[in-house]
């Protein structure tokens, strides 16, 4: 799965061919990231995209130390249904 981080952008997408999953972010600071927004495709939606651009997303977050917030409610599901990446989360 090609994911790519488009930092000038704040986001992680996926092109599909005409088409872009995205995973959209807000830095707030140098420590912290916010998830704004998953969206894919009509098309491709249960595929599994989202969950693979949150997940790029959330190991992101890891490997430079940033603690994580979101209002996007697939982040939130994603969470918790992935414990393992729950002690990212903002308190």
């Not at 997408?13 to 894919?40: C, E, P």
Request: proline share 3%; with cysteine.
């Amino acid at each position: 799965m090609d994911i790519r981080h488009e930092q000038a952008n704040s986001r992680f997408s996926i092109d599909h061919g005409g088409s872009t999953s995205v995973l959209s972010y807000l830095m707030r600071g140098d420590d912290h990231i916010h998830f704004i927004r998953t969206w894919v495709p009509p098309a491709y939606r249960g595929s599994g995209y989202g969950a693979w651009l949150v997940k790029a997303g959330l190991d992101h977050a890891r490997e430079e130390g940033l603690s994580v917030s979101t209002s996007c409610w697939f982040v939130d599901e994603f969470v918790a249904h992935n414990p393992e990446y729950g002690d990212l989360m903002e308190g």
